[in-house]
């Protein structure tokens, strides 16, 4: 049983930054791949960025450059550093954990740009 909390989300004007915490805690021995996704209304969900089983860092084309994923893994904490945030960039931010052969979801938090 894993459990993930995200927290930081919230409303910033165009070409600020925010700093997307995901807290993961239960029965974690090893983290397979983690990664953050958001959701924007009327849209699918979409992988942002992601560090697979293998330690390899992904990102979306939109967001490279702009955002940083980091661990902590003393913490078991999954960050997103949103840098240059543009409206587009407004949705639901999800974080993503697989560990144990199982997938589990955080219940999101919202990230709102203004221009």
């Known amino acids: 049983q894993v459990q993930l909390v995200e927290s930081g989300g919230g409303l910033v004007q165009a070409g600020g930054s925010l700093r997307l915490s995901c807290a993961a805690s239960?029965?974690?021995?090893?983290?397979?791949?983690m990664g953050w996704y958001r959701q924007a209304p009327g849209k699918q969900r979409e992988l942002v960025a992601g560090i697979n089983s293998g330690g390899v860092i992904n990102y979306a084309d939109s967001v490279k450059g702009r955002f940083t994923i980091s661990r902590d893994n003393a913490k078991n904490t999954l960050y997103l550093q949103m840098n240059s945030l543009k409206p587009e960039d407004t949705a639901v931010y999800y974080c993503k954990v697989i560990t144990g052969g199982w997938g589990y979801w955080g219940k999101g938090t919202l990230v709102t740009v203004s221009s």
């Open positions: 239960g029965s974690i021995f090893s983290i397979n791949a």
